[in-house]
């Protein structure tokens, strides 16, 4: 017996915006669509496993535990966010713009270049 869509949705949430293995593949389209409605509590869990971390950490001082809870965010969530945080540094590096840097504020071309299928 298949667990309801709404349910199905969480796994997907997971499956999309962690590196958990929850597995469950496939999933449908209404499943996907329920996705959606989880992140904000996916997103809660990291953000209590990263500041439990942090937590844990602390006592061995402030820098030991700033990395602890940034590894932590970098396994669970592969680096999600922090991929784009860390690009922003590059006009710090007075060098010409790479293709990559004008192309990832191109909702259609992305950083990789154009998907197939989506104009140009």
Known sequence: ??????????????VFLTRVPVGGFPYTDDEWRWAAAHFPLVGALLGVVVGAVDHVLLPLGEL??????????????????????????????????????????????????PLPGMGR
Do not use: K, W, Y
């Open 1 to 14: 017996m298949t667990a309801p869509a709404p349910l199905r949705g969480l796994r997907a949430a997971f």
């Open 64 to 113: 030991a535990a700033a990395l602890g809870a940034i590894g932590a965010s970098l396994f669970l969530a592969g680096a999600l966010h922090e991929d784009r945080a860390c690009s922003r540094g590059s006009p710090l590096r007075q060098e010409p713009p790479r293709r990559a840097d004008g192309a990832a504020a191109n909702a259609v071309a992305g950083p990789a270049g």
